[in-house]
């Protein structure tokens, strides 16, 4: 089943006028939602049956039965009585509730990013990679870090890659990129400029690019061949990514175990070579 409510979520921001009042309603009653029939459903929400059916769609079910279906099976597995600790960060909160709400937020974004997973798009990136002569890997900031990582995992399987942190150099290396190679643009809000003038740079050239990015239509998406979609808690203006780097860090880890059982035995004999034992005596 496809998860409704992570979708609403992370739909909502690009939502239009006609598009808003549906998201609203849905997200704050999705148990009477259940019921509802597409004309009584776009009648709650001051809508129309046919906007109704085209955001179904949008939002990736093949029409409304399919999301009324997932939409129904998710009620009935939410659990009411959990704690409710999604909040932001207040002055009054003790150290105890920082914990809380700081970890909270951490596996939510996790567990919403599993949710967000195509299981088909997953397995045809994977083969991308692997008939890729180079991955790139690009981002800037706190995605930076997950690109970095990304390297560090290709590099123990020798399969060659670049991370570059300066930008400049990102863009050089997208300049000398060819069909032959793979892309991986990492950017939780798909709007970073340096990212954006990247991927143009990288689709003039036929490259194919793989944007793990949040579920939403923006400038990044629009190029990107594939969509690995990420979910977090957090605002796109914020002081530091907290919840949207764990989902990056989990879309990676996701990515680079997928593409290790493409081969497991080739794979796992690099990953046993490379592998660095710690003395304990030191």
Not at 90 to 103: A, G, N, P, R, Y
Not at 248 to 277: G, P, W
Request: hydrophobic fraction near 40%; glycine fraction near 4%.
């Amino acid at each position: 089943m496809k998860n409704v409510m992570v979708r609403l979520q992370e739909y909502m921001p690009q939502a239009n006028g006609a598009e808003r009042n549906l998201v609203r309603f849905l997200l704050e009653y999705p148990e009477e939602a259940g019921e509802l029939s597409i004309h009584a459903l776009a009648e709650k929400a001051y809508t129309s049956a046919s906007t109704v059916i085209r955001f179904c769609k949008k939002l990736g079910f093949g029409g409304y039965r399919e999301f009324l279906a997932s939409l129904n099976y998710e009620n009935a597995i939410r659990s009411e009585n959990r704690k409710d600790i999604s909040a932001e960060i207040q002055k009054e909160d003790s150290l105890e509730d920082i914990v809380d709400k700081v970890t909270y937020r951490s596996i939510q974004a996790m567990e919403d990013t599993r949710k967000l997973v195509d299981v088909e798009v997953l397995r045809q990136v994977v083969k991308v990679l692997e008939r890729s002569r180079n991955i790139g890997l690009f981002g800037i900031g706190s995605s930076l870090l997950a690109a970095r990582d990304m390297y560090l995992k290709l590099l123990r399987l020798n399969k060659p890659s670049t991370c570059n942190d300066d930008w400049h150099l990102q863009l050089v290396c997208a300049r000398n990129m060819t069909a032959d190679d793979a892309a991986i643009i990492i950017s939780y809000s798909g709007i970073t400029s340096e990212m954006i003038t990247c991927a143009r740079v990288l689709k003039e050239r036929d490259v194919p690019i793989i944007a793990i990015t949040r579920f939403t239509e923006t400038a990044l998406t629009a190029l990107a061949d594939y969509r690995l979609y990420v979910s977090s808690k957090e605002l796109l203006i914020r002081t530091a990514a907290t919840s949207s780097r764990i989902s990056q860090l989990n879309m990676i880890d996701i990515l680079f175990t997928a593409y290790v059982k493409s081969n497991y035995e080739r794979d796992m004999e690099q990953l046993r070579r490379n592998l660095i034992s710690k003395d304990a005596r030191l």
